[in-house]
C-alpha cells in the first residue's frame, strides 16, 4: 500500500508537469523497488520554456566551443537572495509564500540562464553542501538564534535544494559536492577550464594557482536593454585571508554533479529552523527525528550526532543542542509513502492553527517546512535503493506531490508567467557610473543594506564614492 501511494505521487506529479522527451533507457542496476524504477522510466519530460531557448546542450559538458572565457564558474549560494528574492522590498509588502517564491525562482533563473544565452555565456553553478569552515560555522549559528529569537525567517526551508531542483529542471550544469568548501571546487573549476569566476566572496581571491584574478573574478551581474547578461568585475583585490591552492582537491566534475543530501554521508547532522515558529512551536527537525532514525537504520549508519538550535524558556535563550541518535527501523515503512510520513508529522507537530496564527499564511509556511523535511528523507531513502534514478527525482517533485499548499499557490501563477512584469527592477538593470564608465551597479549585499536603511541608491560606482569620500575629508572640491 505504501509503495502504491509513493508511485501514485511520482506519477501525478511528473505526468502533470512533464511532455515530450521521452526516458529510453533503464539502468543496468535493478535495485530497489521495481514499481518506481518503472514509473520513473516510463515518465516523459519538460520541454519547458527555457528548454526553446537555452540549448540544454551548452549547459551539459565542459569544452563544447565556448573560447575565449565565455565560461563562468557560478558561487550559486552567494546569489541565492536573487533567485530567491525574500529580501526585495517588492516581495517583502506582497508576503509571497514559499511555492510562490519557489515559482519566482523559476522565472528567475530562466532569465539568468537566458541572458547566459543571448551573451554567448556557458554557466557552470556550485552550490554548497554539507561543508563550512569553523568561522562560517559561527556566522551561521549566529545567524540561527536571530531567527529563533526574532521569530523570523526569511527563506523557505530547504532553498538550496530548491534551487538546485529549479536549476537541473531547466537543463543548467550544476555541482553540489558534498562536504567540500565549494570555494576550492570553483576554483578548480575555473583553473581546469579557464573559466571567469561569479562570486561576491572576497576569499576567492586567496588562491595562488588561480592567475589572472583582475580579469577573471567578477562579484555582479545585471541585465542589458536586449535581456543579456552583463557581468560586473570585482575592484577590490586585498586579500585577507591565508592563502590556499585550489589543487588540493581532486578534480571530480562527475562525482560533484551526482545529486546528494547532506543526510546520506555523515555521522554529524546539523540544521538549523525551518521556519519561523522554533520558538512558539519547537524545531521541527527535532520533532521528525524518528523519522530520521529509519533513514540511519537503512542505510546502516552508526551513531549520528544531531545538532538543532532550540529555544531554552528556562534560560530565555537559544541553544544549540546536540544529541546523539541511534538507528531505529520502527518508521521505516514510512519512507517509502510520502504521504503518509507527512500525516506522522503533521500529527506529532503541535503548530496546531490557533498556536501560529495569522491564519493561511503561516500554516502555508509551516506545511511547507514539513513537507520539504519529509520529502528529503523519503528521497534519500529512495535513492540508497535505486543510486541510478537520482537525477530523474528529486526531494522538490517529492515536496510538490504531498504539501496540500502547493496547488493553492497555482492561483498566483499567471502573474508571473513573465519574470520581470513591470520591467527589469532598476537595481538589476546595468548602469554606468555618473563620472566613469564604470559599473554602478550594486552587489546583492549591498543592495540589502541599502534596503534596510531605506538609502537611496547610489549612482556613481565603488571607486568614485571611495574617492567622493576622501574629498569630503580633506576638504578637496570633488567633481562630477
Not at 521521452?22 to 518506481?36: K, Y
Request: proline residues 5%; neutral net charge; charged residues 25%.
Amino acid at each position: 500500500m505504501a509503495t502504491m501511494t509513493l508511485r501514485k505521487a511520482v506519477l501525478n506529479l511528473h505526468i502533470a508537469t512533464l511532455a515530450k522527451r521521452r526516458i529510453c533507457s533503464a539502468p543496468t542496476n535493478t535495485r530497489g523497488p521495481s514499481f518506481l524504477r518503472n514509473a520513473i522510466y516510463s515518465l516523459t519530460s519538460a520541454s519547458s520554456s527555457v528548454r526553446a531557448e537555452v540549448s540544454t546542450r551548452s549547459f551539459s559538458t565542459f569544452g563544447d566551443g565556448m573560447a575565449g572565457r565565455k565560461t563562468v564558474v557560478v558561487d550559486g549560494l552567494n546569489y541565492l537572495s536573487f533567485f530567491v528574492p525574500v529580501k526585495e522590498p517588492e516581495n517583502e509588502t506582497q508576503k509571497l509564500g514559499p511555492w510562490e517564491l519557489y515559482e519566482v525562482s523559476k522565472q528567475r533563473t530562466n532569465a539568468f540562464l537566458v541572458g547566459c544565452r543571448i551573451e554567448g555565456i556557458h554557466p557552470i553553478f556550485v552550490l554548497d553542501n554539507g561543508y563550512q569552515s569553523v568561522e562560517a560555522t559561527e556566522k551561521w549559528k549566529s545567524r540561527r538564534a536571530d531567527e529563533v529569537t526574532n521569530e523570523f525567517r526569511r527563506m523557505p526551508c530547504n532553498a538550496d535544494a530548491s534551487f538546485a531542483a529549479v536549476l537541473r529542471e531547466q537543463g543548467a550544469d550544476v555541482m553540489q559536492p558534498l562536504n567540500l568548501d565549494a570555494d576550492d571546487v570553483v576554483a578548480r573549476l575555473a583553473i581546469e577550464n579557464d573559466a571567469m569566476i561569479l562570486s561576491g566572496d572576497r576569499d576567492m581571491l586567496r588562491y595562488e594557482d588561480l592567475d589572472d584574478k583582475e580579469n577573471r573574478i567578477k562579484q555582479g551581474f545585471a541585465f542589458e536593454l536586449n535581456n543579456s547578461i552583463k557581468l560586473i568585475p570585482r575592484t577590490d583585490f586585498q586579500v585577507r585571508v591565508e592563502p590556499r591552492r585550489a589543487d588540493s582537491i581532486t578534480f571530480q566534475p562527475e562525482v560533484w554533479r551526482k545529486l546528494k543530501h547532506k543526510t546520506e554521508a555523515d555521522t554529524t547532522f546539523v540544521r538549523g529552523n525551518p521556519d519561523s515558529f522554533t520558538k512558539k512551536m519547537g524545531n521541527l527537525h527535532v520533532i521528525a527525528r524518528p523519522l530520521r532514525q529509519a533513514l540511519y537504520s537503512r542505510l546502516a549508519s552508526v551513531t549520528v550526532v544531531e545538532i538543532f538550535p532550540v529555544w531554552n524558556s528556562d534560560l530565555n535563550d537559544v541553544v544549540f543542542e546536540e544529541t546523539k541518535v541511534d538507528p531505529d527501523k520502527s518508521l521505516d515503512h514510512l519512507l517509502d509513502d510520502p504521504t503518509a510520513a507527512l500525516k506522522w508529522l503533521t500529527t506529532n507537530d503541535i503548530a496546531l492553527p490557533p498556536s501560529i496564527g495569522e491564519a493561511r499564511h503561516s500554516q502555508e509556511w509551516r506545511s511547507y517546512a514539513r513537507s520539504m523535511i519529509v520529502a528529503e528523507l523519503c528521497f534519500t531513502a529512495h535513492i540508497a535503493a535505486s543510486p541510478n534514478s537520482r537525477n530523474l527525482i528529486d526531494s522538490v517533485s517529492i515536496a510538490k506531490s504531498i504539501d496540500p499548499y502547493y496547488k493553492k499557490s497555482a492561483d498566483f501563477l499567471p502573474s508571473i508567467a513573465n519574470p520581470w512584469p513591470r520591467g527589469v527592477p532598476d537595481y538589476f538593470t546595468y548602469k554606468t557610473c555618473y563620472r566613469c564608465d564604470r559599473s554602478s551597479n550594486l552587489s546583492l549585499s549591498e543592495l540589502e543594506y541599502f534596503w534596510q536603511k531605506e538609502f537611496t541608491l547610489p549612482n556613481l560606482c565603488p571607486k568614485c564614492r571611495y574617492e567622493r569620500k576622501k574629498a569630503k575629508e580633506t576638504g578637496e572640491t570633488f567633481t562630477y
